[in-house]
């Protein structure tokens, strides 16, 4: 008796799986892990992949505003030079388009728009890096606990981050970032980019800790940690060893979605006087700095809020590719929750 399987173009009743998965899965063949059918994935989504090399080129770029700065422009992102970069009236004057002079303009206090741009692009980038990686080590670890031990370290860790849930992100961020600039918190005197990071690192912690608590959850009842258990391993060489890896697509997913966050709610905050203290520059501080220039300067504020949505926008075209590359049936959920409300 001849067995055959089902057609791809047909799609598979018994299993659910759309003829786009089955012909992969049959084009690809056995044997192949997840991070190669997912980098397959990614491979083909172009622009998943522009959009990911274009915050590559913003990141290199910043990197490089010590060698534009010292070895271009001349100046320094603070050097001042009112008297040669304004106008009779006070208005600062705009893009020359000259990489050794004032490309960008210069802001109402002589300073050189495109070298604190690029400082700024700086300092917004670590300070989203740095709360990602606090977002990312707290939200996970607490959440293997918590999914793992269950019981009462789940319920205590749980409520917590319903309580940190229940407040939006920009209100909690501005309530610690305040109590930070006018009574100090700890180490932290006053606030400084390491402040902003902390303070934008915890307010997304839950953000983490919920999806990747239900994902353990459902790993700890799998045979291999049934068989780790017999084997007499403990229970942080299982959470270490054998449930943090198969996590590892999650969080891969996360660590972009969660930058561009970091980074909008970086310029927010600094926008609104929680965040970076003059006259550090980074994105948020040069937006508030040129608010009070328009429309006479639109520049002050059109240049780094250009720079805020091209990066932003880029991190989070990517993060939703990786996330097509890594779980493709999301795509088809989504699909299929559109057609179902239309209908």
Request: proline content about 7%; aromatic content about 8%.
């Amino acid at each position: 008796m001849t067995i055959t399987g089902p057609n791809p173009a047909e799609g598979a009743p018994e299993t659910g799986l759309p003829p786009a998965l089955l012909h992969e899965a049959a084009e690809v063949g056995p044997g192949v892990g997840p991070w190669a059918l997912a980098w397959r994935r990614l491979r083909r989504n172009r622009v998943a992949l522009f959009f990911g090399g274009l915050f590559l080129l913003i990141v290199v770029i910043c990197l490089l505003a010590p060698v534009y700065s010292n070895d271009i422009a001349h100046i320094g992102p603070n050097d001042q030079n009112v008297i040669n970069t304004t106008n009779a009236i006070g208005i600062p004057i705009g893009p020359t388009w000259r990489f050794d002079h004032y490309f960008l303009g210069a802001d109402n206090l002589g300073r050189d728009v495109a070298v604190r741009l690029l400082y700024g692009g700086r300092t917004s980038l670590e300070v989203g890096a740095v709360a990602t990686l606090i977002t990312m080590v707290l939200g996970v670890l607490l959440a293997i606990v918590a999914g793992y031990f269950r019981g009462l370290a789940d319920g205590i860790l749980s409520r917590i981050m319903d309580v940190i849930w229940a407040y939006p992100v920009v209100l909690l961020g501005i309530v610690l970032g305040t109590v930070i600039a006018v009574r100090g918190l700890g180490p932290f005197k006053s606030t400084t980019p390491l402040s902003t990071a902390l303070v934008i690192g915890f307010v997304y912690i839950p953000y983490v800790f919920r999806p990747v608590r239900a994902q353990v959850l459902v790993l700890r009842e799998r045979e291999f940690v049934d068989a780790a258990r017999q084997q007499g391993l403990s229970a942080g060489q299982i959470m270490l060893g054998e449930i943090l890896p198969n996590l590892s697509s999650t969080i891969v997913v996360f660590v972009p979605l969660i930058l561009a966050n970091a980074i909008l709610l970086e310029a927010a905050l600094t926008y609104l006087g929680a965040g970076i203290n003059p006259p550090n520059a980074s994105w948020g501080t040069m937006i508030s700095d040129g608010i009070n220039e328009i429309p006479a300067a639109f520049h002050l504020v059109l240049v780094p809020g250009i720079m805020l949505v091209l990066a932003v926008m880029s991190v989070n075209i990517f993060g939703d590719g990786l996330r097509d590359a890594f779980d493709p049936r999301s795509r088809v959920r989504i699909a299929i929750a559109s057609t179902s409300q239309g209908d």
